[in-house]
Nanobody
Framework: QVQLVESGGGLVQDGGSLRISCVAS????????VGWFRQAPGKERDFVAA????????SYADSVKGRFTISRSNAENTVYLQMNSLKLEDTAAYYCAARLRSSDMITYLESRAVNYVYWGQGTQVTVSS
């Protein structure tokens, strides 16, 4: 099993940038694909981005494509989400999640929260006008 802890959330102005982190422990991090999801009050938990075991493949929701970048450092057991050009609608609690993969690939499976077993506690990102 693996434990995940997010950090780096906060208050940022519309158009600003923020970088959040997901640190993993207790499991073979190199064997996990990792995804970022977000959830606003009264809303469903939506897919944001995912990254393969080595970082060689990435996937993004249309709503964040071109603005957000997911990356990982397996040596540091950490996945990052760099968020640029933030909008009011990006306000949400952001969660990272991990699922075992037998190869360095991601598919549509990584875009669905139901396919993940391990989740962090979330970090709040609030964008103000």
């Amino acid at each position: 099993q693996v434990q995940l802890v997010e950090s780096g959330g906060g208050l940022v102005q519309d158009g600003g940038s923020l970088r959040i982190s997901c640190v993993a422990s207790g499991g073979p991090f190199v064997s996990y694909a990792v995804g970022w999801f977000r959830q606003a009050p009264g809303k469903e938990r939506d897919f944001v981005a995912a990254i393969s075991r080595s970082g060689g493949r990435t996937s993004y929701a249309d709503s964040v494509k071109g603005r957000f970048t997911i990356s990982r450092s397996n040596a540091e057991n950490t996945v990052y989400l760099q968020m640029n050009s933030l909008k009011l609608e990006d306000t949400a609690a952001y969660y990272c999640a991990a699922r075992l993969r037998s190869s360095d690939m991601i598919t549509y499976l990584e875009s669905r929260a139901v396919n993940y077993v391990y989740w962090g506690q979330g970090t709040q990102v609030t964008v103000s006008s």
